[in-house]
């Protein structure tokens, strides 16, 4: 008989949360209703911000609530960080999870972070319990900042 232990339990969830983004996924899935109105944006830097590395991003939610990846509560998601990326990932799978797709799955409103100097883009995109983005999705505004030396 397998025996699951509490600590075994813990081994196999921290792997289903690392392992989830890795998989291969199926062509669709189903996407969570979020309200028209929802609203995401950065706080903090402001777009064209010059700034120093490291520094603080702050993120903004209007319209729904921020919860843990896992949790289903209806017009609530956690937020992902989409540094320098160019192309949006598709809409109905879980967002890619790299340096430059940062999750934010304990439901964090800001975070640190390091860049080279330089332009760099930020953009925020709010995932579901599974990590992909609502219908219709609840995407911030591009920003640009320069990091400087
Ligand atoms: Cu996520």
Redesign the pocket.
Known sequence: MLKITPFSGLLLLAFGLSAHAQEAAPAALPRTAAPESALTYLLSPANGATVTSPFTVRFGLRGMGVAP?GVTTANTG?H?LLIDVETLPPDNLP?P?DANHR?F?LGQTETEITLPPGQHTLQLVL?DAL?IPHQPPVRSEKITITVAQ
Do not use: K
């Open positions: 990846a956690h992902h967002i999870n999750h799955g995932g990590h």
